[in-house]
């Protein structure tokens, strides 16, 4: 026993050790990270952008598209939705469809010379209601307030986008 008493002291004190030196490599990683500054971070946005991970009755939990390599956590928010949230699906229009639309937009722009006008949008609204929302959907939320750091926000407005066919879903007809 007295033999064995030694190596366990040295097998504790050699894991100890690699503990705090992967401690200090890490923080010192972040430190520098932090003073390069790669990605600046804002110090107020009232946006979140990611996909929809969970749906609880009026509240999504959003996997946020910016996620820090150094946190273990997943960065997931909250985001409550309330009755004056608006929701839109946004679809690409055709690429035809909406050069037809700009030849429009620059025939009327050069008769009207006093009304302002704007030029049309590459994409299609569609009004959408709650309980439209999937799992695994891309969404773009306007928060009420702050969302830099926030865990929980209430969203005024969420742009939910169209997710291009996957072969398990697309269909084709044969004739």
């Keep these: 026993m007295r033999k064995a008493l030694p190596f366990v002291f040295i097998v504790i004190a050699v894991a100890a050790g690699w503990q705090l030196g992967r401690w200090q490599a890490l923080e010192s990683a972040k ?6 500054q790669l990605l600046p971070v804002p110090l107020d946005s009232k946006n979140v952008f990611g996909t929809i991970a969970d749906i609880d ?3 999504l939990s959003i996997r946020t598209s910016y996620t820090n390599p150094l946190e ?3 960065n997931i928010v909250s985001v409550a939705i309330t009755d004056s949230t608006t929701i839109e699906g946004v679809e690409m229009k055709t ?8 030849q429009n937009f620059a025939k009327t722009a050069k008769t009207s010379s006093t009304t302002p ?3 049309p949008e590459p994409f299609l609204r569609q009004a959408l209601k709650a309980s439209d929302l999937l799992v695994g959907q891309s969404v773009s939320v ?10 929980r926000v209430t969203a005024v407005s969420i742009l939910v986008s169209a997710q291009p066919p996957t072969a398990a879903t697309s269909t084709t007809k044969s004739d």
Excluded: C, H, M, W
Excluded at 31 to 36: K, Q, S, V
């Design 31 to 36: 430190a520098r990270l932090a003073a390069y």
């Design 57 to 59: 009755g009026s509240t």
């Design 72 to 74: 273990d956590a997943a």
């Design 95 to 102: 690429q035809k469809v909406f050069d037809a639309e700009i």
């Design 117 to 119: 006008l704007s030029p």
């Design 142 to 151: 306007i928060t009420a307030e702050n969302a830099v750091g926030a865990r």
